[in-house]
């Protein structure tokens, strides 16, 4: 049986909170700090975590990939962090972050990851990275050879696939880095507090929802308009679509079954407190079973 389009946004709500632990996780911070970078908040530790498969990257570089911060705030932290730690030893730290946050949540269960670990590589090698440039970095990694950091390596080139596209179908239907923002919150998908760690200053924000305004997606009160809602649904349903191939490839019997081994790790992640209840990312409660 081949998965619909709708089916890759029920893995990502799947596997999403497994490798999402890392952003929050002690083990994670104490590498951070070994390695130089202030952590105080995450953000210092976040950029150059997540950009150093690119290498060395500029601004300008990282403020494009990850499209929604202000690149104000990007620039904050990069190229600073290079002068901190290379990415070869951000790269290193990652993995030890990884490996620490594991062993504590999982406890001996971190042993039974071997199977999960597998199926999670073979999504990951069958992602075609084409126009997809934070994936394809990761893809590019050599592979760990311990089961439970192969597994997280694994999702965070399925999770970057999806970022991509999702990156492209907010260009796709005319979002600007801050309106994809602004236009997220109005509908409701979290509270515009949470967005505050985009970098976006007040003026910004309502500026991005005056232009939202004249498009006719969000009234004056900033609440997306039937129009708006219509077009975030559209922006979901083409990340959806272009986010579909891995599991097709790898069919839905293996892709559920990943799912069905990976639901301990979710939510022993959940149970650790560590991740936030508000969030963007789909991981504030226990997935349904895989359909």
Known sequence: MTPDPGFARHMWQQIEPVHALFWYAPEV????????????????????????????AGPEQVSAAFYSFSPRMVAEHIPAAWDLATPAQVLEGRLRGVDGMYRTVLGDKINDLAEAADLAREAAELANTAGRPIAAANADLPWPDEPHLVLWQAIGILREHRGDGHVAALLTSGLDPAEALVSFAAIDAAPVETFASRGWTTDEWQAAQDRLASRGLVDADGHATTKGRELRDTVERITDDLAIAPWEALGKEKADRLAELTLPVFIANLESGLLPATNTLGIGKVPAPPR
Not at 33 to 39: C, H, N, V
Request: aromatic share 22%; no cysteine.
């Open 29 to 56: 911070f104490a590498e951070a700090s070994a390695l130089g970078f202030k952590t105080d908040t995450r953000w210092p530790s976040y950029f150059a975590w997540r950009s150093a498969p690119l290498g060395a």
